[in-house]
């Protein structure tokens, strides 16, 4: 026994590891989402399980009518198991149906809440504009978003702002 657990890896045995992998989430038979990722490790040996996505990662978001209504690329990802965060790391993209983007170097998805938040430096491109700031909060579809700290100038339309 001890030249077999000499040889053995025992870190190895509470891992599972893939490539190419290609995920559906769906919820009462509707496909939500498809992940797409290079490399795919599910380390459970830690208290806290996670699912290690290093070599690059996309999730397509659907509707309904199996519509894309968003799309997610980062060069890396950490879903978390117990409180269901996906944390998503370096050259993080976001673009909706209206192909507005969300430019991130770190981005955490709740996948039960359906919710993208950060803390750190965003860059949203819309057809008219680009918006900077610290931090925001937005919808899994990206079509309604809160910058927590923005920067720079912000066109407004004439009225839209209250003259007192």
Do not use: C
Request: glycine share 4%; proline share 2%; aromatic share 8%.
């Amino acid at each position: 026994m001890e030249k077999i657990n000499a040889k053995v890896d025992k870190a190895s045995l509470d891992t599972e590891k893939a490539d190419s992998v290609t995920l559906f989430y769906s919820n009462n038979g509707l496909m939500k989402a498809k992940l797409q990722a290079k490399t795919f490790v599910h380390a459970m040996e830690n208290t806290e399980p996670y699912v290690e996505m290093k070599d690059g990662l996309k999730v397509t978001f659907f509707d309904a009518n199996h519509e894309v209504t968003s799309m997610l690329t980062a060069r890396r990802g950490r879903y978390f198991e117990k409180n269901n965060n996906v944390l998503l790391r370096d050259s993080v993209l976001v673009t909706n149906s209206k192909k507005e983007e969300l430019h991130t170097d770190e981005l955490i998805w709740n996948e039960k809440s359906k919710l993208f938040f950060t803390e750190k430096a965003v860059r949203i491109i819309t057809a008219s504009q680009i918006i900077y700031g610290d931090g925001m909060e937005a919808n899994q579809d990206f079509t309604r978003y809160k910058i927590l700290n923005p920067k720079g100038i912000i066109a407004v339309k004439k009225g839209a702002i209250p003259a007192n």
